[in-house]
């Protein structure tokens, strides 16, 4: 059964820190693997997208990596802000017709002050 | 902005009632979506859209009706709905139906079912 495993469920760091989130998959065949990050009561935002050759990739403070063989992803936040505080959501993809995008429940980060 | 707008942004409603959700995208883009977004729970895909013939149902019940006009619009029409029904509701467009484009997102109508 294709499914996305996200941890930890929550988090709370100081503003200033860094953190590091984790993405699980056993979607097959694999397409490709993008993190989101969620405002509360907004859509979605793409912050990283990557194909399975693609070991990591950055976006500002947000670096992603992805490990196709143990089918692992890790989500990397430098410097945290208080606007970082949000869901952050994986999203796993298989090379299928229609959309077969499965997600995650997502990791809800909240930066203090 | 994503480029997808949604409206209403918040919506009450009586489980008697008929209402529609209404979203359009700018981006050119030849699929849309409707998801589900519950508390504690994964986004729900609930209906895909391509070159606007549906092409996905993931048994959704038929309070729930949704209807493509052009490419650029997507409703969702609900009536006699149950306060399970409370929920985040999410429409997504991308270039085409295939799994490896990307989904880009509007800003939801928050749903409440009293």
């Known amino acids: 059964k294709n499914q996305v495993e996200q941890s930890p469920q929550s988090l709370i760091i100081l503003e200033g820190k860094n953190c590091t989130l984790q993405?699980?998959?056993?979607?097959?065949?694999?397409?490709?693997l993008r993190w989101y990050k969620q405002d509360t009561g907004r859509g979605p935002v793409s912050l990283t997208i990557m194909t399975f050759s693609e070991n990591t990739k950055s976006n500002g403070r947000y670096t992603a990596t992805l490990d196709a063989d143990t089918k692992q992803s890790s989500l990397h936040i430098t410097a945290s802000q208080l606007s970082d505080s949000a869901s952050y959501i994986c999203v796993v993809s298989a090379w299928e017709a229609g959309t077969a995008l499965i997600f995650g429940k997502g990791t809800t980060l909240s930066v203090s002050s | 902005e994503t480029g997808v707008t949604q409206t209403p942004r918040h919506l009450v409603m009586g489980m008697t009632n008929k209402k529609s959700l209404k979203c359009e995208q700018h981006?050119?883009?030849?699929?849309m979506y409707w998801y589900k977004q519950s508390a504690k729970k994964p986004l729900e895909l609930m209906f895909v859209?391509?070159?606007?013939?549906?092409?996905e149902n993931n048994s959704v019940p038929s309070r729930f009706s949704p209807e493509c006009p052009n490419s650029s619009h997507l409703f969702l029409h609900l009536h006699t709905l149950q306060p399970e029904d409370s929920a985040l509701y999410l429409c997504?467009?991308?270039?085409?139906?295939?799994?490896?484009?990307?989904?880009?997102f509007g800003q939801g109508t928050r749903l409440t079912v009293v």
């Open positions: 993405c699980n998959y056993t979607v097959s065949p694999f397409s490709n």
């Open positions: 981006l050119g883009h030849n699929a």
């Open positions: 997504a467009s991308s270039q085409d139906g295939v799994s490896n484009t990307e989904a880009f």
């Open positions: 859209y391509s070159l606007e013939e549906r092409v």
